[in-house]
Nanobody, 123 residues
Framework: VQLQASGGGLVQAGGSLRLSCAAS????????VGWFRQAPGEDREFVAA????????YYADSVKGRFTISRDNARNMVYLQMNSLKPEDTAVYYC?????????????????WGQGTLVTVSS
């Protein structure tokens, strides 16, 4: 599976952005699609994920109530709606596919990752 993230940009604090992740190829029903981010000088961190075949969603505590993940199976698309953005949300955002039972901890070594999209939130 190949993935491509898009939708990043510059936004003021309190604003919103919607990221898109386009997947080419078949995604297993036991997989989930996740969003991760990496800020300059920081480790990569899990943001959110959604089961490909069930209704399960997962969020990092830092984005709960502000970000919403959704999917469109027919179009092989996953979206991340980001509201009430904060300067600390500034990072390169990546989407990735992996087993649902370990989606929070997948890495580029063991799963499919797309190129990232930069989100910059100004104060």
């Amino acid at each position: 599976v190949q993935l491509q993230a898009s939708g990043g940009g510059l936004v003021q604090a309190g604003g919103s952005l919607r990221l898109s992740c386009a997947a080419s190829g078949r995604i297993s029903n036991t997989y989930a699609v996740g969003w991760f981010r990496q800020a300059p000088g920081e480790d990569r961190e899990f943001v959110a994920a959604i089961s490909w075949s069930r209704t399960n969603t997962y969020y990092a505590d830092s984005v709960k109530g502000r970000f919403t993940i959704s999917r469109d199976n027919a179009r092989n698309m996953v979206y991340l709606q980001m509201n009430s953005l904060k300067p600390e949300d500034t990072a390169v955002y990546y989407c990735a596919v992996g087993g649902e039972n370990r989606i929070r901890t997948i890495t580029p070594r063991d799963s499919s990752w797309g190129q990232g999209t930069l989100v910059t939130v100004s104060s």
